[in-house]
């Protein structure tokens, strides 16, 4: 009786984790394309480019395609990250990715376009 109920616990547990896991990869490839977005109407605008590598991109390739190519590579690295068979270190990545990118990216770009 007790193993069954701890058989069950675990269960849910580990749906539960994995529903978490779910919505934290969600969140980090939504903020992927606000970034690639934000950053195209930001630099169409005349703001510039923060990211060093990303600006070099773009001086050799265009926007579009400099941040199509870099979105690309990051949602695919996402990817990568949620095949991991550990769910700690994946909860974590992706929470640490998502802070970094509404901290540095999301809330930046969303006062530049609203109050530009």
Known sequence: MVQRYLSRSSHRSLTS???ALHYL????LG??????????????????????LLR????NWGAGLALVSAKTA????LFLLRCLEDLFLLRCAMTLTAGL????SFVPWLLVLLFR
């Open 74 to 77: 990051a949602c695919g690295l």
């Open 17 to 19: 984790s994995s529903r």
């Open 101 to 104: 990118y509404l901290s540095f």
């Open 31 to 52: 903020l992927q394309v606000w970034d690639g977005l934000a950053t195209y109407f930001g630099v169409q605008l005349g703001f510039p480019e923060g990211n060093a």
């Open 56 to 59: 070099t991109w773009m001086g």
């Open 25 to 28: 990869f969600l969140l980090n």
